[in-house]
């Protein structure tokens, strides 16, 4: 029986390596992609809602000015004196 039998070449255990370098290559690239998509979804959703606040913010802004406009028109009328 021989004690110090080869369980590996040079050359296969580069091959091994190789293989797993390929793969772990592979599921890198795999989890990048995903995390690119999540990253994409994200970004959509946040211009979806600044959108949306946008819009909301204009519409309450105008309904605030119509608001004082109205205000000062009743103390302009009550006071006979315009403001502005």
Do not use: F, K
Not at 14 to 33: D, H
Not at 37 to 43: A, S
């Amino acid at each position: 029986m021989q004690r110090n039998r080869l369980l590996y070449t040079a050359d296969r255990l580069l091959a091994s390596l190789a293989v797993a370098r390929n793969t772990l290559a592979a599921e890198y690239q795999a989890e990048l992609e995903e995390m690119r998509r999540e990253v994409d979804d994200i970004r959509q959703a946040t211009l979806l809602l600044t959108r949306i606040e946008r819009e909301r913010c204009e519409s309450d802004l105008a309904e605030l000015r119509r608001e004082l406009e109205a205000a000062l028109l009743r103390l302009a009328q009550r006071d006979g004196t315009p403001l502005h």
